[in-house]
């Protein structure tokens, strides 16, 4: 089985900067899409971002479009999540996600098969 390996969370002050990763592991695992979650105490899980193999499209939430850049390295099976201009709301547990196949909507948590354990980013104001 396929495990996913997220980290790069901690606490930062408002307006600041941090780089998640997300590893997964075995050399011939190769997910069409990665994307990253989140989920803040009491709300459900929300989409962020995602991306296609090579970098061919990506999508971002329009609440963190313009602040965050998702890419990855396909070669080594890696995504990553530059998070700028951090704001007290983006504060939740963030979620790597990877999918094997072709989906049509990106956007929900059940497009995924792989998930991370998650990392904890808190933004203090």
């Known amino acids: 089985q396929a495990q996913l390996v997220d980290s790069g969370g901690g606490l930062v002050q408002a307006g600041g900067s941090l780089r998640l990763s997300c590893s997964a592991s075995g050399r011939t695992f190769s997910p069409y899409i990665m994307g990253w979650f989140r989920q803040a105490p009491g709300k459900e899980r929300e989409f962020v971002a995602a991306i296609k193999r090579s970098g061919s499209s990506t999508y971002y939430a329009d609440s963190v479009k313009g602040r965050f850049t998702i890419s990855r390295d396909d070669a080594k099976n890696t995504v990553f999540l530059q998070m700028n201009g951090l704001k007290p709301e983006d504060t939740a547990s963030y979620y790597c996600?990877?999918?094997?196949?072709?989906?049509?909507?990106?956007?929900?948590?059940?497009?995924?098969?792989?998930w991370g354990q998650g990392t904890q980013v808190t933004v203090s104001s």
């Open positions: 996600a990877a999918r094997l196949t072709p989906v049509a909507i990106p956007t929900t948590p059940s497009a995924y098969a792989y």
